[in-house]
């Protein structure tokens, strides 16, 4: 599924307009990053729980060359899914 098919989706489901779902979504979307970015977690109790995690620097290889590099540190985010979630798809 796709942004566009999700847009879709919400709208049927919530009986409202395109524009306004996407809206939705929109706002959904910036408010987990803005959170994320200011070092929060966003939980959505049977969802699940978005995370930022941190990774050290490291030194990797060039598999073409062999030669060293090195690896910045960097953020990454992480989703966990929540008990319900899990339970719906199995």
């Not at 942004?3 to 919400?10: G, R, T």
């Not at 049927?12 to 779902?21: L, N, R, V």
């Not at 939705?24 to 070092?39: C, E, M, P, R, W």
Request: glycine share 12%; no cysteine.
């Amino acid at each position: 599924m796709n942004k566009a098919e999700l847009i879709e989706q919400v709208a049927k489901e919530a009986g409202i307009s395109k524009a306004a779902a996407g809206k939705a979504i929109d706002a959904f979307t910036d408010s987990v990053t803005a959170a994320l970015k200011g070092g929060d977690t966003v939980t959505l109790i049977g969802f699940g729980t978005f995370t930022v995690s941190a990774r050290a620097a490291r030194t990797g290889r060039n598999p073409q060359t062999g030669k060293e590099l090195k690896i910045a540190a960097r953020k990454a985010p992480g989703f966990r899914a929540g008990k319900a979630l899990k339970d719906a798809l199995n």
